[in-house]
């Protein structure tokens, strides 16, 4: 069977205010920040199934091990990472032990569960993503008049990177400070230079060690129709765009600054991998004339989109899946889905999409 699918809108403070409304096609009177729209089954924001005349949740249905989310980021998110399942499940219990309640300001598992993340640019996006090599965090100190007290510490990740996250505020302050100075002199236009993003974070954030994470970090651009994936703890952080983003069902996020939210500098440390990252940009993968794979390691779920002008998609499912037109409308058996809408698919389903012209996101398990 196939069922329309409701999700649930994520308010985060980060979020832009017309993509999302847009896309869903809803009013935004009060000028709320729409940062998410999540289509899963997880208890922070569960979906619902049109089912037998009323909308039900899908997770007393059906279970699913994907998140699918539209992101719209406008401005620079929490410097993250996620954990592994093992650790996951550890820490899970842990704090489960200790009694702190799920929704704790200071719970960190969620869940048990790992969060392996794959995002597809809508827009230009740009994102921190995992470390630079030794010579790269070298070279940038060196051209960074604020950053040459780090010039010593700068030789190993772990012990560098650990350096900066327990560093004495007033050492922070000192050194962000000069920095600030620096870059306040200048116009910056340039969202290939982390000066660009520090600004806009000196803005939001005041002088918080995050900031150093955009120096030594690799950042990234990300072409619309590109897409990016990251493993656990792999440090990343969004700065701007719109996307669609899957991800193993879990809430699980280690952060270390540009954040109000809790923030536990030394599990942290423990679970984040200390490697230089080579970046890699993901083109998609024609399967046929009307979808685009974007292959990655996950286990959990593949992402494909779907573009379809004047023809059919015939679909065959081997799992759950979850859709959602990004543009146009689709026509799908006796069903019609407009720009905005979503749908969800049991296994073992025959069944066709057609448009004039529609751009769909599908979300299944892969074989
Ligand atoms: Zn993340």
Redesign the pocket.
Known sequence: MIYPLKGVVQNYAWGGYDFIPNLLQVENEEQQPFAEYWLGVHPKGAAKMYKDGSWQELAKHYQVPFLLKILDVRSV?SI???PNKTEAIAGFAKEEEKGIPRDAFNRVFRDDNH?P?LMYALSDFWLLHGFKSMKDINACIDETPAFSSLKSHAVYLSSFYGHLMRMDQSKVDEILTQLKNEIDQQEITDKNHPHYWAKKSFELYGLDRGIFSIYFFNLVYVKPGQAIY?KAGLP???LEGQQV?I?ANSDN?FRAGLTPKHMDVELLLDHIVFKETQVNIIEPTMEDDLESLIKSPAKEFELSILTINHSNKSIQTHSEECYIVLEGEAQVEDQSFAKGSSFFVEPNQEFTIKAKAAKIARAKVPQ
């Open positions: 998110l993250q990472a996620h969060k993340e990251q990343h952080a969004y983003e991800m996020v």
